[in-house]
């Protein structure tokens, strides 16, 4: 992601997982860098899904920005090959510049079929949570010496 001023010039860019909680710390970051911010994006379909839903939830404009469009624009733009920060960068000024760029409708029965899912998901996370946190308390119970031998700094849960 890519945060750039009226004149162009780049304010703020990070690399952001596509997971809620670090989609949820950038635009809250965004929103206060920026007073107002139009967001662009060069994919609308399921991959970007989770990003437009969270941006439709939090008020936030989104402009799709088609690829072909962005790779034009690329050639602009001297310096590095492609990488992610550059794509983000040229994608903004892409925004910038041009003013007939699609608003992106995020339909409200997605926003909510989303926070249904992740409702679901945090439960369940709760449930595995307690499960194990059981399970530990009877071995522990039986088997002191085994909770004291396991190393559970090598364990980070499954992968």
């Not at 439960?123 to 004291?148: H, Q, S």
Request: glycine residues 6%.
């Amino acid at each position: 992601m890519c945060l750039i001023d009226d004149d162009g010039t780049s304010i703020w860019s990070r690399k952001v997982a596509n997971d809620e909680q670090a989609i949820l710390e950038a635009i809250d970051h965004v929103a206060g860098l920026a007073e107002q911010s139009v967001w662009a994006v060069d994919v609308t379909g399921t991959m970007s899904g989770l990003l437009l839903a969270l941006l439709a939830a939090h008020g936030h404009r989104v402009r799709y920005a088609p690829g072909r469009i962005v790779n034009r624009m690329a050639t602009a733009y001297r310096g590095e090959a492609k990488t992610d920060a550059r794509d983000a960068y040229v994608m903004a000024e892409t925004l910038r510049h041009r003013g007939d760029l699609t608003e992106v409708d995020v339909p409200s029965e997605l926003v909510t079929q989303l926070q249904l899912l992740v409702t679901h998901r945090a439960d369940l996370v709760a449930d595995r949570v307690r499960m194990v946190n059981r399970l530990r308390d009877v071995l522990l119970g039986y088997f002191p010496t085994l909770e004291r031998a396991f190393d559970y700094s090598h364990n980070h849960g499954a992968s």
